[in-house]
């Protein structure tokens, strides 16, 4: 188990990525963009620049946040857009030796009032997903779905949904996605999903984990961000719960306090990013120590118990 995080929300720039990770003192950092270009999309010279400076700082990628399928691509736009963001990903990824990548399956299609249209699409989405994922697959990288604004995120029943027709894929799990994110299954307008119903009902397919924390007015769309654990995703408890059902894979901050990726109005200055970044990375560090300290108190006491009878 080790903590990364997205660290094009501390810096633009690979240095200060590689900084902000150093500060707090974790191996990885879960890779995204640079400058503001996804890594599978940076000319040749600017990937080797970035893999030589993590190469010099011993920093490691521990998953990639590719774009494929994600919430700004169409399921009605061209396959071979795909295919080819795909083949560079692997490529890249090879590289740097990395296990995971993170991918979508297409923006939900929505009418003109924000209703789900009730053709989804979805055995297109499926059967772009099964030729992404095997070609992934087929290169020993695991391919891991997030519960995003997406297809697959629409509820954890989409989640299930999906997963049963794609072979081989696994989830990414962030504690946060669900309260911003609307219950398709539920009427409109659509309430917020609930992260820890989320959460019981996918854990059998979560292998990575982003620690996030936010709600969405339903009303209005708007989206609020918090420190871990002080909104209303209980980060803590989904995190107890992950660690005593044996879960040892890597916790990965995607704040958004500072930076929304998808919310082009929502940014601070270089500093306050940057700083917003380590605070945050020390929070869920100190949460997780809270937990562990909790998880193992409440085994002592239920080993003394049984000891005791």
């Given at each position: 188990?080790?903590?990364?995080?997205?660290?094009?929300?501390?810096?633009?720039?690979?240095?200060?990525?590689?900084?902000?990770?150093?500060?707090?003192?974790?191996?990885?950092?879960?890779?995204?963009?640079?400058?503001?270009?996804?890594?599978?999309?940076?000319?040749?010279?600017?990937?080797?620049?970035?893999?030589?400076?993590?190469?010099?700082?011993?920093?490691?990628?521990?998953?990639?946040?590719?774009?494929?399928?994600?919430?700004?691509?169409?399921?009605?736009?061209?396959?071979?857009?795909?295919?080819?963001?795909?083949?560079?990903?692997?490529?890249?990824?090879?590289?740097?030796?990395?296990?995971?990548?993170?991918?979508?399956?297409?923006?939900?299609?929505?009418?003109?009032?924000?209703?789900?249209?009730?053709?989804?699409?979805?055995?297109?989405?499926?059967?772009?997903?099964?030729?992404?994922?095997?070609?992934?697959?087929?290169?020993?990288?695991?391919?891991?779905?997030?519960?995003?604004?997406?297809f697959g995120g629409m509820s954890w029943e989409h989640s299930l949904e999906m997963l049963a027709a794609v072979p081989g894929l696994k989830l990414v799990f962030d504690t946060g996605n669900?309260?911003?994110?609307?219950?398709?299954?539920?009427p409109f307008p659509y309430p917020n999903q609930d992260a820890t119903e989320c959460y019981a009902r996918l854990r059998e397919y979560i292998v990575h984990v982003h620690i996030k924390d936010?709600?969405?007015?339903?009303?209005?769309?708007?989206?609020?961000?918090?420190?871990?654990?002080?909104?209303?995703?209980?980060?803590?408890?989904?995190?107890?719960?992950?660690?005593?059902?044996?879960?040892?894979?890597?916790?990965?901050?995607?704040?958004?306090?500072?930076?929304?990726?998808?919310?082009?109005?929502?940014?601070?200055?270089?500093?306050?990013?940057?700083?917003?970044?380590?605070?945050?990375?020390?929070?869920?560090?100190?949460?997780?120590?809270?937990?562990?300290?909790?998880?193992?108190?409440?085994?002592?006491?239920?080993?003394?118990?049984?000891?005791?009878?």
């Amino acid at each position: 188990m080790r903590l990364s995080g997205f660290a094009d929300e501390a810096a633009d720039g690979i240095e200060g990525q590689i900084r902000a990770t150093r500060m707090l003192g974790w191996p990885c950092i879960e890779a995204r963009s640079v400058d503001g270009v996804n890594i599978h999309d940076l000319p040749e010279s600017g990937f080797e620049a970035v893999r030589r400076k993590l190469d010099e700082a011993e920093i490691r990628i521990d998953c990639f946040g590719s774009t494929i399928a994600n919430w700004s691509k169409s399921v009605e736009e061209p396959f071979s857009g795909t295919l080819d963001t795909v083949e560079r990903a692997i490529r890249r990824m090879k590289v740097l030796g990395v296990p995971f990548v993170r991918v979508m399956s297409y923006a939900v299609l929505l009418d003109g009032e924000g209703r789900a249209l009730a053709d989804q699409k979805k055995e297109e989405r499926f059967r772009r997903l099964r030729e992404i994922c095997g070609r992934f697959l087929d290169a020993g990288i695991t391919p891991v779905h997030e519960n995003c604004l997406n297809f697959g995120g629409m509820s954890w029943e989409h989640s299930l949904e999906m997963l049963a027709a794609v072979p081989g894929l696994k989830l990414v799990f962030d504690t946060g996605n669900p309260g911003i994110t609307p219950d398709f299954r539920k009427p409109f307008p659509y309430p917020n999903q609930d992260a820890t119903e989320c959460y019981a009902r996918l854990r059998e397919y979560i292998v990575h984990v982003h620690i996030k924390d936010g709600e969405r007015d339903p009303d209005t769309g708007k989206e609020r961000y918090f420190f871990p654990d002080e909104g209303k995703c209980d980060v803590a408890g989904i995190v107890k719960k992950l660690l005593r059902s044996g879960y040892d894979g890597d916790f990965s901050i995607e704040p958004h306090m500072a930076v929304v990726f998808h919310d082009a109005n929502v940014s601070s200055s270089e500093q306050a990013r940057f700083d917003n970044y380590l605070e945050y990375g020390r929070r869920f560090r100190k949460l997780l120590e809270g937990v562990r300290a909790m998880n193992a108190d409440e085994s002592g006491e239920k080993s003394g118990q049984e000891v005791s009878r």
